[in-house]
């Protein structure tokens, strides 16, 4: 017993060093970010002058910010939609017993392993539309040598499509993992239940409506937030591709903050549009780390 | 008797035989859309100079040149870019013990938090975990001032790679924690009793009977740790502002933010970005899917 006490004493010791860090790095500083951004810290030099919600008032009526929000909705819808439907298919398609299967697994996931700036800087060249002088570049130029000419589009030139263009590589990139997820899902659905709907009749459409797409349900929860956290925090990946682009087509709340602090020294501003994409995240991770947590206990 | 059945065969067959050339014609049709990028990449850096024409952009290098290598790593003085040889050892500094670092850490955090439980370890847990979720840019500003503070024994922090290790190593915390817990949770506690009844503490528990053991979990841990600090952007452009100290991400950005710097050339720089975190892929992938599900909390 006493041993048990001593060892006790250590144990909590031994944990100790990594609590503390991460109460003082990410609990403490961002209860300074929070406070900064109640404050009129608006040049390199702090200002501790607490204003109120101010910062907040006046983010919320700027018009940059308003269409950086608007980016982040559209660019999560197409980049979650399309991560979901095409990481599915690929799962489904690849759970028929196929030849090879470990290569192409291999080349629909090797995309995750590289850096959003590499994407990036790659994309911003397939996505770069050309010009009517020059000729096509890039997809369009693509296009042109399949004649499918007639898709040809300004990419992320085109202040109508702006942001979505960026949705299209991010997907390029995520959507191998949403595929392994669903993958690893269907490996995990007993052979015999599909076979015992069969005997009943149902047909291989009904089979995905009915029984795995229910099954998979869980899956796609942590996917939609996983990936939906992700593209609440896209930076990278806009700043290699596009920056913010004509009238703020391609910008972010999460590069309106790098933007503004450390360019522009409006540090309380900068904090008050990083507490916001705080909360936009912890709204969707909260409840999803307390039930994967609290289920997890019960087991 | 025997021709119906032969007809009933060829007719269950064929339209399955069909099926099958379809699905197989799909995987391929996505295998190129995911290695489009990567033939843009190798080719273009593979082109002289006089052939690099974004207008032939998806032509075949007609020999062999390295000149876009060549300069995407040495730079070029006369038209004043820097190259990425310094940029790329910096980050194999940072890399490699950050990656260390924060895989030992991990496992220690892991033991105390899977085999020595305490009151309120199950809230100190999720509270951990939520350190990997959330935006950085909510803790970048106190994170500078922080860094811009220390300075032990005359080492600065701000602006130096010991600043970036420190950051990653701490905000690495939830995650390789989260990892060996997992692991370490499927260590039957048989085998710690049995230890103990040998007389084993605490510490000889963990060097006798967790540590050897946990290879698996290290190299899982240390190839997550290896490709996030590798391909990290953000930190890297945060608190490393002299291009002598900025790691590759930051360097390869620089190159493709420049108007002199050549497309090819840009292309060669991020192929070099890549090739670390790709190389890893290839040889060590059942592992990194491994650290990919349990970002998901689904060890």
């Known amino acids: 017993m006493r041993r048990l006490n001593w060892e006790r004493v250590v144990s909590i010791l031994l944990i100790s060093p990594a609590a503390v860090a991460i109460a003082i790095f990410v609990y403490g500083f961002i209860g300074w970010t929070a406070y900064s951004s109640l404050t009129k810290w608006d040049k390199l030099l702090p200002d501790f002058t607490l204003v109120g919600l101010s910062n907040y008032r006046k983010l919320f009526a700027n018009q940059r910010f308003q269409i950086d929000l608007r980016n982040t909705v559209v660019f999560t819808v197409i980049f979650l939609i399309s991560c979901l439907i095409i990481g599915f298919v690929l799962a489904l398609l690849l759970d028929q017993r196929i030849r090879g299967e470990g290569i192409f697994r291999s080349i629909y996931l090797f995309p995750m392993s590289i850096s959003f700036i590499v994407t990036g800087v790659v994309w911003r060249w397939l996505l770069n539309p050309g010009s009517a002088e020059l000729g096509s570049t890039g997809v369009n130029a693509l296009f042109d040598m399949v004649g499918l000419g007639f898709l040809k589009t300004g990419w992320y030139t085109d202040p109508n499509i702006g942001i979505k263009a960026v949705a299209i590589a991010a997907t390029w990139q995520m959507s191998g993992y949403t595929m392994a997820m669903y993958l690893a899902g269907l490996r995990a659905i007993p052979e015999e239940l599909r076979e015992a709907a069969r005997v009943d009749g149902a047909s291989e459409v009904q089979i995905v409506r009915h029984i795995i797409l229910p099954l998979l349900q869980p899956i796609t929860l942590s996917a939609v937030i996983v990936l939906g956290h992700i593209s609440l925090k896209i930076y990278d990946l806009i700043v290699a591709m596009t920056g913010p682009g004509i009238g703020f087509a391609t910008d972010v709340p999460a590069y309106?903050?790098?933007?503004?602090?450390?360019?522009?020294?409006?540090?309380?501003?900068g904090a008050a549009v990083a507490i916001i994409l705080l909360i936009m995240v912890a709204v969707l991770i909260v409840p999803y780390l307390v039930w994967s947590t609290r289920t997890e206990a019960e087991i | 008797m025997t021709t119906p059945t032969r007809?009933?065969?060829?007719?269950?067959?064929?339209?399955?035989?069909?099926?099958?050339?379809?699905?197989?014609?799909?995987?391929?049709?996505?295998?190129?859309?995911?290695?489009?990028?990567?033939?843009?990449?190798?080719?273009?850096?593979?082109?002289?100079?006089?052939?690099?024409?974004?207008?032939?952009?998806w032509d075949l290098p007609k020999g062999l040149h390295f000149d876009s290598y060549v300069k995407a790593w040495f730079g070029s003085e006369a038209e004043g870019f820097r190259g990425l040889n310094v940029n790329f050892m910096n980050s194999v500094y940072l890399t490699v013990p950050a990656t260390i670092l924060s895989a030992m850490w991990g496992s220690i955090n892991g033991y105390i938090l899977?085999?020595?439980?305490?009151?309120?370890?199950?809230?100190?847990?999720?509270?951990?975990?939520?350190?990997?979720?959330?935006?950085?840019?909510?803790?970048?500003?106190?994170?500078v001032q922080t860094l811009q503070k220390i300075n032990i024994f005359g080492v600065k922090f701000y602006g130096s790679i010991p600043g970036l290790i420190l950051a990653h190593v701490i905000y690495g915390i939830p995650i390789t924690t989260l990892i060996f817990r997992?692991?370490?949770?499927?260590?039957?506690?048989?085998?710690?009793?049995?230890?103990?009844?040998?007389?084993?503490?605490?510490?000889?528990?963990y060097r006798h009977v967790l540590f050897p053991l946990s290879v698996p979990g290290f190299v899982v841990v240390m190839i997550w740790q290896f490709t996030s600090i590798w391909n990290d952007f953000l930190f890297a452009a945060t608190v490393t502002s002299n291009p002598a100290t900025q790691p590759i991400t930051v360097g390869l950005n620089n190159l493709a933010g420049s108007y002199i710097v050549e497309w090819n050339v840009q292309m060669a720089g991020a192929l070099m970005t890549a090739l670390p975190t790709l190389l890893v892929y290839i040889f060590l992938g059942r592992y990194f899917v491994r650290g990919l599900m349990a970002g998901s909390l689904k060890g």
Do not use: C
């Not at chain 1, 309106?256 to 501003?269: E, I, S």
């Not at chain 2, 035989?17 to 290695?35: D, K």
């Not at chain 2, 949770?185 to 048989?190: R, S």
């Open chain 2, 7 to 57: 007809e009933l065969r060829r007719s269950t067959k064929s339209p399955i035989r069909w099926q099958r050339v379809v699905l197989y014609a799909v995987l391929v049709a996505f295998a190129i859309f995911y290695l489009m990028p990567v033939y843009v990449l190798v080719a273009t850096g593979l082109k002289s100079f006089a052939e690099a024409n974004l207008q032939r952009m």
């Open chain 1, 256 to 269: 309106y903050m790098w933007d503004t602090t450390f360019r522009g020294n409006h540090f309380a501003r």
């Open chain 2, 182 to 205: 997992n692991y370490y949770a499927g260590i039957p506690t048989e085998l710690v009793e049995a230890a103990r009844i040998d007389g084993a503490n605490i510490f000889g528990i």
């Open chain 2, 114 to 143: 899977s085999k020595w439980k305490f009151r309120g370890s199950d809230v100190l847990f999720p509270l951990l975990l939520f350190g990997m979720f959330i935006p950085y840019q909510s803790i970048l500003i106190p994170l």
